[in-house]
């Protein structure tokens, strides 16, 4: 089975490169389930229920996320009603939403975990053991489990890879927007990148518009970020997991642009 | 002009995966200096004397290094009479060594600029303005301006980048230990790369010993580090240089294994 | 000469309580000069032009601020021109407004001076450089010299007060919105306090709602704060300082409330 | 009841002046019960089982503690051993030691927890759903139940605060090592103070020596702490509760000073 799982989309000029590769790479490589972070997918903090329907309409069939799922108010009207999108799971008891999903393509069950890091982020629950959890509970549930860790540093990444080698079928970072080179099947069989990097504009700091970044860093003022401008990355991989087994057997990096 | 820019080296394994492949890449790509970080050199955090001979005798030409260049004691003896060992030079005033050091190879005179981020990092002077501050010391010293940006964020390395773009003839990040997949050309001939990697045990987070970390991460509990076993990778940049003009015309991401 | 010295005076009730203790306090202690920190003046973040002139008309000489300063979009509009607000002087060169100000009352020339702290807050200049610029730019002009050094830790207080101690005549810190109880005259005498405490809301976290800010530790999500009803706390020190020297001969701290 | 609660004791003269003061405060307040917080008893940083004996035949009913607790490495050899030496509940499952303990004085069940904040401090369980969590175990257990909340942020603080008024009999702060003037009886019956301030040097930047501190700040280099000389301060404070009722009638702040 062949899974696409795509970057932070920012915003609308993401939300277009998305669609427009999507369908191209469905076909190019014959995927089976489409994952896509959408934590910066409207307007580029949050994401809005017309938004989430556009991505699931583009054909993403889960949507994870990240620290600014919050960050467009409505999301709380609708976020108990959208299993397709799950939030980290490692939010205290009591949150909104969903922290997985579990689906069923060509037979085949697939869970979708989302977990936050803890290192330079917002005090929240553990994801060590909030993966522990989760696992037990889905273990009779699920062939293949995808986990989506949204942490800012490298070390918190590799670290809950290594802590889960061979008890997920593959786990991504995000959060950072930046692709790392790091892409591997791990000795247990986990299939992992550090980051999937993001889907948005090329020419900026993170997608944002290059100047108020600069600035920001020059002023300490507070500032209002707006997207950039110009051709767009989309970044991705691409995941080939026996799904008799749950392992990954390949790990593809994906990065391409359009103008 | 080629030269190969080499990423975050992680003590004895390190060393002896630079030493492996310096001569190898110096005869493929005809490099004509080497720079490499050396914050981790020495066991892992830190750097000695005779590390740091051991990686010029090696062929670096220049060691750049980071936040973690003051943890072995013994380095406020030799610092000073180091020109060939760099440290962020944003250090404040009176920081003993060197922030940059201009060389001449085949009669093309290169500075090379160590600079460390403030984003999830001890609080120093502002690298954007140290930037400025030492571009105009050296503008008539140097055809060729190299800067190690030693940082945390991709926001943060991403913007000093774009903001020193035409400037200087490549920036590169260092820090994570995890490679990034964005080696590019900015528009004003600029070679930049996010984060180089590191040299060191591959099969680690970050090259220390992965079960110390994971337990360091589910207990909270201090814990001494030690590097890890087993094969290595190192990780650099080829990046090609106009010394006519000062500007990048390619840069090559490199990432190699030995057992 | 005896000044009064004021914590951070958090929206409307904060200035309510400030304008019914001013003069009472200023015919109690027979002050010369009143300081008031302003960073929360307007509405719990920020300050207008509109609420800067009511401080003033309440007898306020100097305002002082902190990082909140920014967050009232309008302050751009009016800083440059307000020479009796101040603002941090170790933000970055071209930072509009003003660090310090010197003003003269019966004869002796009063330099006031705001600073920041780095240790837990956003990257900007040392505190204790900036400290040592402006303490040589201004000897020959102040005969007294008081320092308001908004930070969020006490280590970092209470060394900048023993780096000054004998310099400047006064150090008291604000930012945590809870006094502390450590008043005292340093060896070489200067008069300090940790932190001032506030001006506002009581029955609250530093002003805030209280059961807002409970629910922000539980759940991590986004909220919007507003101020608590109910009485206020009125915090503040009276120094005394001998004129001739420089140096305070004592420190009063003030808690009183007002329903 | 009157209990004595003693701030963070730093090295030997913290423990002199604590040793100095129990018996003079035990006898002039009719103390039934003595508490001090020993994260910082050994040296400046954690706590042996000799300088624990020490505690506790000066007269210490229940040492806490906070993040420094485990610096000393031998504290993992007798940490299991010892139900009269607490550290932070809120630590992940499996830590070594005791969130909290249950004695009995004059046939009063007294509870002492202690939590750890997360605000600015290294990640853990959530202080406000573990004091849920233990007050639950406990309610039957104790008749009285005093917490140690040892964070850095007076909001945090503050928060838990009005968080367990009315379901403890007193919350008391430690970890900034400066007594705050904030002591007070909330509604609903809890005793509290942000911070209960330190037993050590008082020349001192939070008991270690401020050239050494002043130092750091100045250069950000790496340093090794010694404690200050010089005189010291107690800080504590004399909880009166009502034991029918478990709610506290009168919190005394207590500051004295030894040459
Ligand atoms: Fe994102
Ligand atoms: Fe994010
Ligand atoms: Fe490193
Ligand atoms: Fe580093
Ligand atoms: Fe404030
Ligand atoms: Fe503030
Ligand atoms: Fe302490
Ligand atoms: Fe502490």
């Known amino acids: 089975m062949n899974i696409l799982i795509i970057g932070d989309i920012c915003g609308r ?30 307007g580029g903090v949050g994401i809005t229920a017309p938004v989430m329907d556009e991505l699931l309409n583009a054909g993403v069939d889960v949507i994870t996320s990240g620290n600014h ?31 997985y999903t579990v689906l069923t393509k060509q037979q085949v069950k697939i869970a979708v975990v989302n977990l936050a890091g803890r290192a330079f982020m917002p005090p929240i629950d553990c994801p060590f053991r909030e993966a522990d959890k989760i696992l037990t509970a889905i273990a009779a549930q699920a062939d293949i489990i995808i986990v989506d860790f ?18 997920v079928s593959c786990l991504v970072g995000t959060h950072t927007h930046i692709q790392t ?47 950039a401008d110009g051709r767009n990355v989309f970044c ?10 749950g392992k990954a057997t390949a790990i593809t990096r994906i990065k391409r642009y359009l103008n």
Do not use: C
């Open 69 to 99: 799922i919050w960050d467009k108010k409505e999301i709380l009207d609708f976020i108990d009603k959208a299993p397709r999108l799950v939030r980290p799971a490692n939010y205290p008891p009591g949150t909104p939403g969903f922290g």
């Open 236 to 245: 991705a991989v691409i995941v080939k997991i026996d799904e008799a087994t």
């Open 150 to 167: 949204h942490a800012e540093t490298t070390s918190e990444k590799m670290a809950l890879a290594w802590y889960l080698d061979g008890r």
């Open 181 to 227: 080179a790091d892409e591997r099947i791990l000795p247990n069989g986990t299939a992992y990148i550090t980051d999937l990097g993001m889907v948005g504009p090329w020419d900026s700091v993170l997608g944002v518009d290059k100047d108020l970044v600069i600035n920001k860093f020059l002023t300490g003022l507070p500032a209002k970020f707006h997207l």
């Open 13 to 42: 000029p993401g939300r277009q490169a998305a669609a427009h590769y999507i369908p191209l790479l469905r076909q190019e490589y014959q995927t089976d389930l489409i994952i896509a972070n959408g934590e910066n997918s409207a």
